[in-house]
Nanobody, 130 residues
Framework: QVQFVESGGGLVQPGGSLRLSCAAS????????VGWFRQAPGKEREAVAC??????????FVAESVKGRFIASRDSARDTVFLQMNNLNPDDTATYYC?????????????????????WGKGTLVTVSS
């Protein structure tokens, strides 16, 4: 059984930074594509970042809406995926989820990063407010 541990969310002032972490039990994340997604109240889920598996090339991708502010990365030694979020603004307020593909050596779908994301975490809430 795969379970995620997401952490790092919280309340931050506009312009501040947070780093979200995602670790898993039952799945070695480095061998699977992992995505970060967010959903604000009353809005559709939005893809934020996607990371190819290390054996799938290890490329990372960030949505245009957060490019230049958000950085997605992996720490293979800790088998943890991170989302560094800088210069946050109230529009970034949402529950952030990590998700993983179930295929060994998987890569992010070029059209829809949520495609084939089989395992989903429960999310961590990020609130940007003064």
């Amino acid at each position: 059984q795969v379970q995620f541990v997401e952490s790092g969310g919280g309340l931050v002032q506009p312009g501040g930074s947070l780093r979200l972490s995602c670790a898993a039990s039952g799945l070695t994340l480095e061998y699977y594509a992992v995505g970060w997604f967010r959903q604000a109240p009353g809005k559709e889920r939005e893809a934020v970042a996607c990371l190819n598996s290390n054996n799938g090339g290890g490329d990372t991708f960030v949505a245009e809406s957060v490019k230049g502010r958000f950085i997605a990365s992996r720490d293979s030694a800790r088998d943890t995926v991170f989302l560094q979020m800088n210069n946050l603004n109230p529009d970034d307020t949402a529950t952030y989820y990590c998700a993983a593909n179930a295929d060994y050596g998987s890569t992010c779908n070029v059209i829809d990063w949520s495609y084939s994301m089989y395992y989903w975490g429960k999310g961590t809430l990020v609130t940007v407010s003064s």
